[in-house]
């Protein structure tokens, strides 16, 4: 099946700083990444769609502003928490659709951020 | 607005037994519904549905959708200690182009 690559799966910051999630489809071109957010115990939340060369499509609640979202190519998009605060804590995990795949998603492993 | 919800929310058996998680849904411009296991980390998919009534049969998983009643399960047997893990479903609607999840189910299996 397809893979997503998602770097890093653990990052720690200080209140403040900026911190750039990326996720990447190996072997195959990915029009759409979807970026969700999942607390503890909690199903995921999208916050995101992610459409290559154009401007990310945001849920309700989620500031822009905050997540920054850049899909400059059709393997590669990021995550950008601005100015991140402890609330921001949380597992980010982005997921790709195949073209020829449909709605079936793959997903990357996640990435736990923790902000001090 | 798009909903999914799952029941029950948390399952604790024991080795050996059956399980059965339910997914309702309702969805606009309905095309499927999706299954993913959750461990630690990443979902990984189970299984896509889009026709009622035709079981989809993986080893000891299998599912059916019931696109009248707008309900999915997914039964588990003979489960093993390796099912532990928070189970999705997922709902997709095809004009919206996306997936809408339900809370998850989270299944332990005691040995």
């Known amino acids: 099946g397809a893979v997503v690559s998602q770097h890093p799966s653990r990052v720690i910051c200080k209140s403040g700083t900026s911190v750039k999630i990326e996720c990447r489809s190996l072997?195959?071109?990915?029009?759409?990444m979807f970026w969700y957010r999942q607390f503890p115990k909690k199903s995921l939340m999208l916050m995101a769609t992610?459409?290559?060369?154009?401007?990310?499509?945001?849920e309700q609640g989620v500031e822009k502003d905050k997540f920054l979202i850049n899909h400059a190519s059709l393997t590669l998009s990021t995550l950008t928490v601005t100015s991140a605060h402890p609330e921001d804590s949380s597992f980010y995990i982005c997921?790709?659709?195949?073209?020829?795949?449909?709605?079936?998603?793959?997903f990357g492993s996640g990435t736990q951020l923790s902000v001090l | 607005e798009d909903k999914v919800v799952q029941s029950p929310l948390s399952l604790v058996v024991h080795e050996g037994d059956t399980v059965t998680l339910n997914c309702s849904y309702e969805v606009t411009n309905f095309r499927s519904l999706l299954w993913y296991k959750q461990e630690k980390k990443a979902p990984t998919f189970l299984f896509m549905l889009?026709?009622?009534?035709i079981e989809k049969k993986s080893g000891r998983l299998s599912s059916i959708l019931d696109k009248k009643e707008l309900f999915s399960i997914l039964n588990i047997t003979a489960t093993q200690t390796g099912d532990s893990a928070v189970y999705l479903c997922?709902?997709?609607?095809?004009?919206?182009?996306?997936?809408?999840f339900g809370g998850g189910t989270r299944l332990m299996v005691k040995p």
């Open positions: 889009t026709s009622s009534g």
């Open positions: 072997d195959f071109q990915a029009t759409t």
């Open positions: 997922a709902g997709y609607n095809n004009a919206g182009n996306m997936l809408t």
């Open positions: 992610s459409n290559e060369g154009s401007k990310a499509t945001y």
């Open positions: 997921s790709a659709r195949a073209g020829g795949l449909g709605e079936k998603l793959f």
